[in-house]
Structures are given as structure tokens and as C-alpha cells.
């Protein structure tokens, strides 16, 4: 659909007569995208553009542009509630604090949040200073989302992080004796990485009691340096005894294995990305920001402008969706069991029903296989991955892919 014959404001064409039925709506999120970085990580395929040296991120016009973003979606979404906000990047803790508390006060001003709403913002050691974390407190955020990915110079310095280890023990502290709720990032398979280095960084990070984890296996995306240039990473034995050392340390410190790359403790699981997970929707706002909608009779997906010049230039003019498209019945399926089956608790067979509009027949072909191979369990009424399915992830969620 060609956003320019098509503006937002036009309702009509959401609410209209379509190919679904759905009784309710999803909760609902909003993910702020702010793209600027320091410096572009080899790994990285996010929509991230390193500053020039001496260059600053354009706060002022940025949130402007991001302003008459959310105003322009707000028709499509009203009488909402918003459950959670994730500002993510890009390194969004290169904006100041006072530019984040500008931003959030935009939010808040414009959409019902529920009571506790969880706002995240990420932030990069790299952009650390004594009382900034505070001051983004200050501003609303919630929950605060580092980006460490390892405790080990050589480590950081062949993933390429603009931060030092220092840096990100500095960081994690601050974060700690700040926020009641944080989260720290690491990364695991680095290049060169033994079994016993990944065991220090994970004891390092548990040495800060953070209540919740996110730890991801390095993985060589396209259209990186990385797939350039790729690096010597540790073998599949030794990734795989990574993450045994892992799912034991955390653990022993009570956190929970809730997702495949996240651990938390109680009360402390990320509301924002669980939505994601259970097939929620979400309006993203930002450069390159992606965002998906339901309506009574379709489920629309849209993607922000990429260029950070061009996605200010045409947000500011009302039009900063790229691209727009309603997804099928067949891909609804698919794609609420590629990001349903991530949990470990699984999901209730009613709600794949309410936010895919489908029976459940759409999907008893492949839960019949899955559960024939031990990748699953389910019942008439919860469908949950086994510990095989959840180790072999891929294989359990290829099994629902559309013929």
C-alpha cells in the first residue's frame, strides 16, 4: 500500500470490512527508535549510523519529527491503553536526559498509560556518566536496559564496543543503585572466547544482582562487517556448553529461564518484550522503527522511513511510513508461533485464536508433528515447547511455516 494515496489519518480503510474476525485487541506498546551510535559494532544489522566526531544527535528536531510521528498514527489507536514503552536504538542514552524527558512527557501526553507502565530505556556504557542514569530516572524511565555484552577488554575490543570493561563495571553499579528494575546485556561465542571467560563475565554481571539478563549468541548477520570479514568463533560444542554454564549460574541465582535469551526474576520480566513475544502489537515510531496494528478485521504492519534525514523530512510532512502491508491468514499463523514458541511457558490456545483470528485447526497439522518428535506438549488448551523444543528452537518453529 502506497503510503501517499493512503495517509494514516484515513481510518476508514483499518476499520472497514476485511478477511478477519478477531473478538478483542492485543495490548498495545510503543517503540521509540533512536538511531544514532558512536560507533557501528561489526556485528550489528540494526538500523544504527555512527556520528561524525564532534557531531551531536539533532535532539530538538528528532523529537519533533517523532512527535508529528505518534500524532499522525493516533486515530488508528484510540480508546487504547499502552502497557509499556522501549526506547531502543541505535545508542539512546546519547540523548540527554532532558531530551528523554521531553520525549517521554510527548508520550504520555498523547496516549493512556496503564498504572505501572514499564518505559526501557537502553543505554551503552560507552555514553556512562556519574548521575546521567539517575537523571534518566528522573525523566520516567523505569527500567534501564545496558548494553554490556562482556566484562573482558579483548572480548569488547574484537566485538568492537566503543566501551572499556571499567566502563561497564562503572555502569552496572550506577545502574544497580538507581533502578529497582534493570537489565544487563551480554553476548557469548565471542571470538576467541573460552568456556571459563564466559563463566567470569556471567559471574561479573550476576555480581551486580541484576533482576533480569538478556544473553545472546553472537551470530554473523548479513550485510555486517562481521559477514565481511567474519571471525574465528567458538564451535557449536563449546557454544553449546556456554549455554549450560549460563542456564546453571543464573539459576543458582534465581533467575528464570523465561525466554530463550532471557532470565529474570520474579515480578522482574520484561512486559515490553513479552507483548512482542505473545503477538501483541506495538506503534513504532522513529527511523526504521517497525510496528504492527490489529483492527477488528486485519492485522497491518508498517516500517518508519530508514534515513534519519528522510524519516525527519517526511514525519515533520505527516507521512512517515515507508511501507505498509496487511499480513495474510497464513502468515498470521506462522508468525505468532515463531514468536509464541520463544517462551518457555508456551501459550493458551485461546489467544492464538483472538490475535491470529484463525482456529485452531490452522496449526493442529504441525503442533500433531511437533508433538510426535518431543519438541512440544499440548492439551485443548495451553501448547508449551519441551526443553528439546526450546534447545532447537529453529527446527520447532520451521515446523509451522506455511506450505
Request: net charge negative; hydrophobic share 40%; proline share 6%.
Amino acid at each position: 500500500m502506497n503510503p501517499q494515496t493512503t495517509p494514516l489519518q484515513d481510518v476508514q480503510h483499518y476499520i472497514g470490512p476485511g478477511p478477519l474476525r478477531l473478538p478483542s485487541l492485543p495490548p498495545l506498546s510503543v517503540y521509540v527508535h533512536i538511531p544514532w551510535c558512536l560507533k557501528k559494532c561489526p556485528y550489528c544489522d540494526f538500523n544504527s549510523h555512527a556520528l561524525q566526531e564532534g557531531e551531536g544527535a539533532p535532539e530538538a528536531r528528532y523529537i519533533d519529527a517523532l512527535t508529528a510521528d505518534l500524532e499522525a498514527a493516533l486515530p488508528l489507536v484510540w480508546g487504547r491503553t499502552v502497557s509499556s514503552i522501549f526506547i531502543g536504538g541505535g545508542t539512546p542514552s546519547l540523548f540527554s536526559p532532558e531530551a528523554i524527558d521531553r520525549l517521554i512527557a510527548m508520550v504520555r501526553a498523547r496516549l493512556m498509560l496503564e498504572a505501572g507502565c514499564e518505559i526501557t530505556l537502553e543505554a551503552n556504557p560507552g555514553t556512562f556518566e556519574k548521575d546521567r542514569f539517575k537523571a534518566f530516572r528522573d525523566a520516567g524511565v523505569t527500567r534501564l536496559s545496558i548494553g554490556v555484552q562482556s566484562f573482558n577488554d579483548a572480548h569488547l575490543k574484537a566485538i568492537g564496543r566503543v566501551h572499556d570493561a571499567a566502563q561497564a563495571r562503572a555502569a552496572a553499579g550506577e545502574a544497580a543503585q538507581c533502578f529497582e528494575t534493570f537489565n544487563l546485556d551480554l553476548m557469548y561465542a565471542l571470538p576467541g572466547q573460552s568456556v571459563a571467560e564466559l563463566e567470569q563475565d556471567v559471574r561479573t554481571a550476576l555480581s551486580f544482582a541484576p533482576p533480569h539478563l538478556s544473553i545472546y549468541h553472537l551470530t554473523v548477520e548479513p550485510n555486517t562487517l562481521f559477514a565481511k570479514y567474519p571471525p574465528r568463533l567458538p564451535d557449536d560444542d563449546t557454544a553449546w556448553e556456554m549455554l549450560d554454564r549460563i542456564s546453571a549460574l543464573t539459576a543458582a541465582q534465581g533467575l528464570e529461564r523465561y525466554e530463550v535469551s532471557a532470565y529474570a526474576k520474579a515480578a522482574h520480566r520484561c512486559t515490553h518484550n513479552i507483548n512482542y513475544w505473545s503477538f501483541g502489537d506495538y506503534i513504532g515510531i522513529g527511523a526504521g522503527a517497525h510496528g504492527k496494528l490489529s483492527f477488528a478485521h486485519r492485522v497491518v504492519r508498517q516500517v518508519r522511513y530508514r534515513d534519519p534525514r528522510h524519516y525527519m523530512e517526511h514525519a515533520l510532512a505527516g507521512n512517515a511510513v515507508a511501507q505498509e502491508h496487511e499480513v495474510s491468514k497464513q502468515d498470521l499463523a506462522f508468525e505468532f508461533m515463531l514468536n509464541a514458541l520463544r517462551l518457555k511457558d508456551g501459550f493458551l490456545v485461546r489467544d492464538f485464536c483472538t490475535r491470529t483470528g484463525q482456529p485452531v485447526t490452522a496449526i493442529t497439522q504441525g503442533l500433531k508433528a511437533a508433538e510426535a518428535k518431543g519438541l512440544l506438549k499440548t492439551n485443548l488448551v495451553h501448547v508449551q515447547p519441551t526443553q528439546k523444543g526450546f534447545d532447537f528452537l529453529s527446527d520447532l518453529q520451521g515446523m509451522f511455516l506455511p506450505a
